[in-house]
């Protein structure tokens, strides 16, 4: 697929401006600001998250060799952006991201990822979608990948701080596997961040400790190192570990707990293994796909979210459920053997995971809520995932307290097919911690390279030093830098990211 040449999409309804009535009022309940009562009771609330999955990865979004007919459906019975942005290009920043509504470079973590023993970098105390439906009155529970970070308990008794010891979040690759009292209950995890159930993992299929974390502890015998698969880091593996049957096993364990919901409303947040590396697709699903054993990984996404539809349809409770498919960063494309070369999984956007150009965080998002927004809906206008929670709060009609969320925006206004036309400001963050700012038409990027995967990587660079600067609208392909024709662009744009970077 040629850069900059977007494939053909299924029909929608674009949406088109109409005003500014809702431009800043992601603080308050839709309800609200309308003057009208929109529903009798709040929605459930289901958020899936697949690791790596691109912007070209779904049939919505043009895919031709891989069949997602379970996320194609609900697009078509809902609502498909095309221009929503992960705040990073790489997984645990964005996901810090999703849950809080905040850039993570404003905490300790300020680049990369955490390692698998790195310690929690989302703040006691933080408001997350998690725990401000639990405060009024939810039921809340987190299935799969977490990689947010946990409080491990070291033989001699201590417990690193990310806060009081920043440098301990970033990744220490000589000291992969620390020596660990597995026996000691994990803290500053999901039960710690609002939600009442977790079972999961602790980070990536690639990462130790290779076992499931059922609330706060871990489930089986950590005693024997891993036999390793692919790009897989040494450690240990509990008894029962199968790589297969990750996905299968978290899901089946967030269906049980959706059948067992009553009549409280609750939030389900189910972050898939898949397709990270190493895909390591489940029997059923092997070769389903015609874009090797990745795209049958992403077939294992589809799966599991046609798993929570049927659930949801067998309590009667799909139409007044609110449910988010997206990603929390672009696909990797430096792994050729693990795809097929007539698949493109960012679609025609440059670059890939990590990478500060748009294939680096440009995502999937598709929205379905029968009793809240229209059909066949498309949202062209820029959208972040740190929006994600002022959106559920005005959805659930949860007032947001003073602070939270503060680099997101509800956009329930742009679901039920209303725009503003108010050109946003996103700032996007490579995995090196370069930044790039986008605003309207306008991205520039402040960084010799893609401060990613992608060559040349470069580095991360600021006036007087040399970025990019590309018009998305004539060039969505970022191919014709206008850094030196446009300077006074680069210098709005710039002051922006200064003015973010210095907000209390």
Not at 228 to 257: F, I, K, T
Not at 290 to 316: K, P
Not at 441 to 451: E, I, L, P
Request: charged residues 20%.
């Amino acid at each position: 697929m040629r850069a900059g040449v977007l494939p053909a999409l299924p029909p929608g309804r674009p949406v088109r401006p109409v005003g500014g009535l809702l431009d800043h009022a992601h603080r308050f309940p839709l309800r609200e600001v309308l003057g009208m009562n929109t529903r009798k009771a709040p929605p459930n609330v289901v958020l899936i998250l697949a690791d790596d999955m691109g912007w070209g990865d779904l049939g919505c979004y043009g895919a031709t060799h891989i069949d997602t007919p379970q996320i194609d459906r609900l697009a078509a019975k809902g609502v498909r952006a095309l221009d929503a942005h992960s705040s990073s290009a790489v997984c645990t920043p964005s996901r810090y991201g999703v849950l809080t509504g905040r850039y993570c470079w404003r905490g300790p973590l300020k680049s990369g990822v955490l390692g698998p023993f790195s310690p929690p970098i989302i703040e006691p105390g933080r408001t997350t979608i998690a725990s401000l439906l639990r405060a009024n009155g939810y039921r809340t529970g987190a299935f799969g990948k977490w990689h947010l970070g946990l409080g491990w308990t070291s033989n001699d008794g201590s417990v690193c701080d990310a806060f009081s010891t920043p440098e301990s979040a970033a990744w220490d690759p000589l000291n992969p596997e620390p020596e660990i009292d597995y026996s000691v209950p994990l803290t500053g995890g999901p039960l710690e961040l609002g939600f009442d159930r977790f079972f999961g993992t602790a980070g990536s299929l690639d990462m130790p400790p290779y076992c499931f974390i059922d609330q706060d502890r871990p489930l089986g015998a950590l005693v024997a190192q891993k036999q390793l698969v692919g790009n897989q880091r040494p450690g240990l593996a509990a008894d029962d570990w199968v790589d297969s049957d990750v996905d299968a096993r978290v899901v089946r364990q967030a269906v049980d707990w959706l059948e067992t919901a009553g009549t409280t409303p609750f939030f389900l947040y189910l972050a898939t293994a898949a397709p990270h590396r190493p895909n390591v697709p489940p029997v059923f699903a092997a070769g389903t796909s015609r874009a090797g054993v990745r795209g049958d990984c992403v077939g294992v996404v589809d799966w599991a979210v046609g798993q929570v539809v049927e659930a949801l349809e067998r309590l009667g409770m799909l139409d007044d459920t609110l449910l988010i498919v997206t990603s929390d960063n672009g696909a990797p494309t430096r792994f050729p053997e693990e795809s097929d070369p007539a698949h493109a999984p960012n679609g025609p956007w440059r670059g890939q995971k990590a990478d500060i150009w748009e294939g680096g965080h440009r995502e999937p998002f598709v929205v379905h809520w029968p009793a809240g927004i229209p059909e066949s809906g498309v949202i062209e206008q820029a959208i972040s995932l740190t929006d994600l929670l002022p959106t559920i709060a005005a959805a659930t009609d949860c007032a947001l307290p003073e602070g939270a969320a503060e680099d997101g925006r509800s956009i329930l206004y742009l679901l039920r097919g209303s725009a503003d036309g108010v050109d946003r400001t996103l700032v996007h963050h490579s995995n090196d911690g370069s930044f790039g700012v986008r605003r309207g038409r306008y991205k520039a990027v402040f960084s010799t390279g893609s401060g990613g995967f992608s060559e040349p990587v470069g580095h991360p660079a600021e006036p007087p030093q040399r970025g990019t600067l590309f018009d998305l609208v004539s060039d969505p392909g970022e191919q014709s830098d206008l850094w030196e024709a446009r300077p006074e662009i680069v210098a709005e744009l710039h002051a922006e990211l200064e003015a973010e970077r210095t907000r209390p």
